[in-house]
């Protein structure tokens, strides 16, 4: 029985990582032309150019604009802003928590990916509070390889379940 779900979850591991693979090559400007082939890699002209060539670590707003609230995609976002490197900083930025009926938000590092999936906060670490957002925000330094799982535990897993508040990346190294 455990080694049969040992290949389940390796058999979903590979469908995971193929999928994100399909996704981020997807030629979405194929028919207009080798002016505007991009592979998908942050729309360069190419699959080994990057748009930012900057050797140093960024820091960038998780959401961008949008910054860390409720309803807005980002493992979409996450998809469109990468690939992340080692040492970039990931910064969130929310709302302090303002009164009873405010909705406040919080950063958690889920372990797995099927903790991820199914927004299970059992196991995951809190990262950052309710009131760490504000300001400047929460700053979260990118400094071990491997997924990191991004998620918001607030209202027992509502805002990452049902608000789209989880994303993943998968930092790499800087080698040009």
């Known amino acids: ?66 910054n860390w609230h409720f309803g807005f995609n980002y493992t979409d976002w996450a998809l469109k802003n990468g690939p992340f490197y080692f040492n970039d900083t990931l910064v969130f930025k929310y709302d302090p928590p303002s009164g009873p009926d405010s909705h406040p938000h919080s950063v958690y590092l889920l372990p797995d990916m099927w903790s991820f999936l199914k927004c299970d906060l059992r196991r995951a670490k809190r990262v950052a509070t309710t009131t760490q957002g504000g300001g400047e925000g929460f700053e979260f330094r990118l400094k071990s390889w491997g ?12 805002h990452c379940n049902v608000g789209m508040m989880k994303f993943f990346v998968l930092p790499l190294l800087r080698w040009y």
């Open 147 to 158: 997924p990191h799982y991004f998620a918001c535990g607030e209202s027992n897993g509502i």
């Open 1 to 66: 029985m455990e080694m049969g779900f040992r290949y389940t979850q390796l058999f979903a591991l590979i469908i995971l990582v193929t999928s994100m693979f399909v996704v981020g090559t997807a030629n979405k400007n194929l028919t207009k032309g080798p002016e505007n082939w991009n592979f998908g890699f942050n729309y360069t002209n190419g699959p080994f150019g990057h748009h930012n060539l900057t050797r140093t670590s960024r820091r960038i707003i998780v959401g961008g604009s949008e």
